[in-house]
C-alpha cells in the first residue's frame, strides 16, 4: 500500500517542503530525540515473519533513513573494497539503486567502518557522509548532484577510532561536527588541528560558515562522535553539541556559541572520548559523561559560561550511565540505555530519579540508541536481538533474534516509519509490521 498523505514535521526538517507522514528522515527521527508518532507497531514478531528481508552489501552501523517510498542506506563492499550509497523501495525492500562512493580503504580499525554514520533525506535528495570524509548528495533516482571531501578541504581527521559522527539537517543547512585532536594520531591528523561545526548549503554542497569549537580537553577526550542536536527552548533555538569535555549551545544561523557549560571530566582524563550525542527535553539537555559516570542535565536557556548552578541534576552512576547509546526523550521522560550495566530506565526530567530499571536479556553488549513509539521502546544489541520493552512498566514484552550466526556487532539503531520498523542488522535489513 503506497502512503499518499502529506503533513509538516518539526520545522526546518526539510529543505524543499513538507515530509511524508511517518518518515525517519534522519537518525535520531522527526524529532530529533529518537521517538516517533507512529502507532500500530508490532510488540513481538520472529525472524521468519518479516515484511520483507533485504541482504546488505556488508556491515555497517547506519540506521535506515526513509522519505516517502524510498529507504536510504550507506554500506560497504569488503570484498570489493568500495563505500556504497543505497537506496530501497520501502514497500518491497527491492534495491532501487547500490552506487559506489568510493573504492580502497574502508575502514580504520576492526571496531567499525567508514559507513557508520546515518544518511540523511528530503524530498529532493539524500545525503551520504562517511568516516573517511567524504559528504555525497544524490537526487532520488540515485543521480549525483554534489560530492565534497571535508578532509580534504579542511584537514584529515584526527581521531584514534574511525570517525562516525551523522549529519545533521535542520532549517535549511546540513551541519557536520568534527571534535578531534589538536595533534595526529596514528600517523593521522595535523599539528594544531581545530575542532569545529560546518554548515552547508543542502542544494549545492558549499561552506555556508565554520565555526571552531575550543575545549580544554586532553588527548583522547577531544574526539567525540557524538551528531548535533537542534532543540528550541524559551523562544531560542539552538544547536546543541557534547564532546571535548563539554556540553555548547550555537546559533543555527552563524555558529556563533551562546553557552558552554565543562566539565564532566574535572580531572582531565584523557582517554574519555565522548560517544552519545545530546538529547533535550523539559528545558534540560543531558550530556553523558564515558565509562560510567553518571549524566548531567544543563538547564537550557543560558548564556556565556556556565557554573555548577545551571546543573540541574546529576544521576546515580550506580544505577543510570551511558557510554555509547544516545538517551531517549519520549512521553515527557528520558530513557537512558546504561550499556555496561545492560539495563534500561526510565529517568524523571525533574529530578533525574528512575522511576524504573530493567535489566535487559542477552549476553551481547548494547550500543545502538534506544527509539520509542507506540508506548514501546526498541533496542538491539551485538548479536542482532531486538528487546522490545513496555514504556509504561519497563515490562520486557518480547525479545527477538535478528542476527546471523556470528554476529558480534550490531550497532544500527531500530528506525520507526510508516507504521513499521526498519531493523539494520550486519547482514540484513529488515521490515516488521503489526500482523
Not at 332 to 348: A, E, M, Q, Y
Request: proline residues 6%.
Amino acid at each position: 500500500m503506497k502512503f499518499t498523505s502529506i503533513v509538516l514535521t518539526v520545522a526546518g526538517l526539510a529543505v524543499g517542503g513538507p515530509a511524508f507522514g511517518g518518515d525517519w528522515a534522519q537518525w535520531r527521527g522527526p524529532h530529533f530525540n529518537g521517538a516517533s508518532d507512529e502507532s500500530g507497531l508490532p510488540a513481538t514478531w520472529t525472524k521468519d515473519s518479516p515484511t520483507w528481508a533485504t541482504d546488505m552489501p556488508g556491515p555497517s552501523a547506519a540506521t535506515a533513513v526513509t522519505w516517502g517510498d524510498q529507504i536510504f542506506l550507506p554500506g560497504v563492499d569488503l570484498a570489493g573494497k568500495t563505500l556504497r550509497a543505497l537506496c530501497l523501495d520501502r514497500i518491497s525492500g527491492k534495491i532501487l539503486w547500490n552506487n559506489s562512493v568510493g573504492e580502497g580503504l574502508v575502514a580504520r580499525d576492526e571496531q567499525s567502518n567508514f559507513a557508520s554514520p546515518s544518511a540523511i533525506a528530503d524530498q529532493e535528495r539524500a545525503y551520504y557522509f562517511y568516516g573517511n570524509g567524504d559528504l555525497v548528495a544524490f537526487d532520488h533516482q540515485g543521480k549525483s548532484v554534489w560530492t565534497r571531501s571535508i578532509q580534504k578541504d579542511y584537514g584529515e581527521f584526527a581521531y584514534q577510532w574511525t570517525f562516525s559522527a551523522s549529519p545533521l539537517l535542520y532549517g535549511g543547512k546540513l551541519y557536520v561536527q568534527v571534535l578531534q585532536r589538536n595533534q595526529p594520531v596514528h600517523g593521522h591528523g595535523q599539528p594544531n588541528g581545530e575542532s569545529y561545526l560546518l554548515a552547508l548549503d543542502p542544494v549545492t554542497g558549499k561552506t555556508l560558515w565554520r565555526q571552531v569549537r575550543p575545549d580544554e580537553a586532553v588527548q583522547e577526550s577531544k574526539e567525540a562522535y557524538s551528531t548535533p542536536m537542534p532543540f528550541t527552548a524559551n523562544g531560542r533555538t539552538e544547536i546543541l553539541i557534547t564532546g571535548g569535555d563539554c556540553l555548547t549551545g550555537h546559533d543555527p544561523a552563524s555558529g556563533k556559541e551562546l553557552w558552554r557549560w565543562a566539565t564532566y571530566n574535572p580531572m582531565k582524563i584523557g582517554h574519555w572520548r565522548l560517544v552519545p550525542s545530546p538529547v533535550a527535553g523539559a528545558g534540560v539537555v543531558l550530556g553523558c559523561a564515558p565509562k560510567g559516570d553518571p549524566v548531567f542535565a544543563i538547564k537550557l536557556g543560558g548564556n556565556g559560561v556556565l557554573t555548577d548552578s545551571a546543573v540541574a541534576w546529576t544521576s546515580d552512576k550506580r544505577v543510570i550511565s551511558s557510554d555509547v547509546p544516545t538517551p531517549l526523550f519520549y512521553q515527557g521522560d528520558f530513557f537512558v540505555l546504561s550499556d555496561g550495566r545492560k539495563s534500561i530506565s526510565r529517568v524523571d526530567p525533574a529530578t533525574g530519579a528512575a522511576k524504573w530499571t530493567t535489566p535487559l536479556p542477552g549476553r551481547s553488549k548494547y550500543e545502538a540508541s534506544p527509539t520509542a513509539g507506540d508506548g514501546k521502546l526498541y533496542m538491539m544489541n551485538f548479536a542482532g536481538e531486538v528487546v522490545v520493552v513496555n514504556s509504561a512498566d519497563g515490562a520486557i514484552l518480547s525479545t527477538v533474534a535478528m542476527g546471523e550466526p556470528g554476529d558480534d556487532r550490531s550497532r544500527a539503531s531500530v528506525a520507526i516509519a510508516h507504521n513499521a520498523l526498519l531493523i539494520h542488522t550486519n547482514h540484513k535489513l529488515f521490515c516488521v509490521t503489526k500482523k
